[in-house]
């Protein structure tokens, strides 16, 4: 009896693991770091929104950004910190672009005609790491605008 109430307890919990809302994730900024040789590099500030009646602690985190679908940057950090329960916080990501992918990006923001796209899709792939199951993915998807000066041939 005692190991039937033992299972009864831990399936009930897992099921409100498992109830879980995903989180949100906001691209808000992105900032020029000093990069080496041929790579760029940046820090991505990323907005994320936990909409769940429990914290998220993270230990560390991992980013993918694709534009045009092709792979762009890549980012990891080990900062740690928790995102409140129905709160959100700023994370900052640094990630690197090596200059292949700029000059890849640059010839596919380009349409038929030779005139630069205005604006260029994007999906970004990520991992908050730690808390008891390991981690939580997360992902989002959109169009980015170009600014003016790229969009008006001289």
Do not use: H, W
Not at 100 to 105: E, G, P, W
Not at 114 to 121: R, Y
Not at 126 to 151: C, H, I
């Amino acid at each position: 009896m005692l190991a039937l109430l033992m299972l009864a307890v831990l399936l009930s919990g897992c099921a409100s693991l498992m109830q879980r809302e995903p989180v949100r994730i906001n691209v808000v900024g992105l900032e020029p770091l000093p990069g080496a040789g041929m790579e760029m590099r940046f820090a991505v500030k990323l907005r994320v929104q936990n909409p769940n009646e429990t914290a998220i602690d993270f230990d560390g985190l991992a980013l993918e950004l694709d534009l045009n679908g092709r792979p762009f940057a890549t980012g990891v950090s080990d900062r740690q910190g928790s995102v409140p329960r129905f709160g959100e916080t700023l994370v900052e990501i640094p990630v690197s672009v090596s200059a292949i992918a700029v000059v890849r990006q640059a010839l596919g923001v380009m349409d038929g005609d030779g005139a630069i796209k205005a604006e260029v899709p994007y999906a970004l792939r990520g991992r908050l790491a730690g808390g008891l199951l390991g981690g939580m993915r997360f992902s989002d998807s959109g169009t980015l605008k170009l600014p003016e000066p790229l969009k008006t041939p001289r």
